[in-house]
């Protein structure tokens, strides 16, 4: 399994921005697809983005497609969450994920049985 630690979360006016990290440790980066997820209150965990290990192709929930852009760092082992224009709506925990297995290219929207390795999330809190 990848080990995966997030940073970056806090509270934010409407608006705003954050940029999320989630580092990797464990077995090699490079070859998972890394993607993010967000848990609200009471709700279930929902599908934001991910990125494919080849770093080429993403695919982002309609909800932060304009908003929120991934990226990563396969020397730094690090995926990366730049949020924009945040709402309130986008308050939730947020959660980074490496794919279930190695060598996956993911294709269209993505479930939470995907993937195979959670970090333990972060709180985002977006202030109206």
């Known amino acids: 399994q990848v080990q995966l630690v997030e940073s970056g979360g806090g509270l934010v006016q409407a608006g705003g921005s954050l940029r999320l990290s989630c580092a990797a440790s464990?077995?090699?980066?490079?070859?998972?697809?890394m993607g993010w997820f967000r848990q609200a209150p009471g709700k279930e965990r929902e599908f934001v983005v991910y990125i494919n290990w080849t770093g080429g192709s993403t695919y982002y929930a309609d909800s932060v497609k304009g908003r929120f852009t991934i990226s990563r760092d396969s020397a730094k082992s690090t995926v990366y969450l730049q949020m924009n224009t945040l709402k309130p709506e986008d308050t939730a925990v947020y959660y980074c994920?490496?794919?279930?297995?190695?060598?996956?290219?993911?294709?269209?929207?993505?479930?939470?049985?995907?993937?195979?390795?959670w970090g333990q999330g972060t709180q985002v809190t977006v202030s109206s």
């Open positions: 464990g077995r090699t980066f490079s070859g998972y697809a």
């Open positions: 994920a490496a794919a279930l297995r190695r060598n996956t290219i993911l294709v269209g929207p993505a479930r939470v049985s995907d993937f195979g390795s």
